[in-house]
Every structure is written in C-alpha cells, then in structure tokens.
Nanobody
Framework: QVQLVESGGGLVQAGGSLSLSCAASGSIFSFSIMGWYRQAPGKQRELVAAVTSNSITTYADFVKGRFTVSRDNAKNTVLLQMNSLKTEDTGVYYC?????????WGQGTQVTVSS
C-alpha cells in the first residue's frame, strides 16, 4: 500500500516562495512518475509539474521558470520549490504517484498567496 503525505503549504505574499514536500511509503517510489497537482476553488484539478523515475521533468506553462520539481529516490521524497508566487497559484496542492495503471494521491496541502 502506498501512502503520500504532503507538507509545507501555508500563507505567503505574492512574490514570495514556498517549498512543498511529499513523503511516500512503499517500495515502488523509485519506479514511479511523481507529480504535483493543484485545485483552486471551483476549478478542476490540474497538473503543475511532474518528474519521472530518472528525473526528467515537465511543467505546466503557467509555472515554467518559477517552480522546480525534484525527487530523492533514496528518501522516497519529491519536492516542489515555488518561487515568484502569484495570487492565482492559490489552491490545494496534491502529490501524485503514478505507476503503471495505478494512481495514488496525498491528502493535499493548502497554499494561499495573498496580494
């Protein structure tokens, strides 16, 4: 069974930075694609960034140049460094583990960016 636990959310002013962390249990982490998604009130959940097992990264256009995703397979963790935050980055951020046909989700962590 895989469990994902996010941490690091909070309140920050526009232009500031936050770092999110996701700790995963289970033995499949190093083989999995890890992703960060977010969901704003009244909107659908959307992909923010993802990193493959060999650390190839992909980003949504709206975070390119501002966010950085990374992983540590030895520690079963994935990080999302968020810089130059905007008010529109506000939402609940979810960690996702994708392996074959399986998807696992964390409980989410709130990120609020104030103007």
């Amino acid at each position: 069974q895989v469990q994902l636990v996010e941490s690091g959310g909070g309140l920050v002013q526009a232009g500031g930075s936050l770092s999110l962390s996701c700790a995963a249990s289970g033995s499949i982490f190093s083989f999995s694609i890890m992703g960060w998604y977010r969901q704003a009130p009244g909107k659908q959940r959307e992909l923010v960034a993802a990193v493959t097992s060999n650390s190839i990264t992909t980003y949504a256009d709206f975070v390119k140049g501002r966010f950085t995703v990374s992983r540590d397979n030895a520690k079963n963790t994935v990080l999302l460094q968020m810089n130059s935050l905007k008010t529109e980055d506000t939402g609940v951020y979810y960690c996702n583990l994708h392996w074959g046909p399986r998807n696992y989700w964390g409980q989410g962590t709130q990120v609020t960016v104030s103007s």
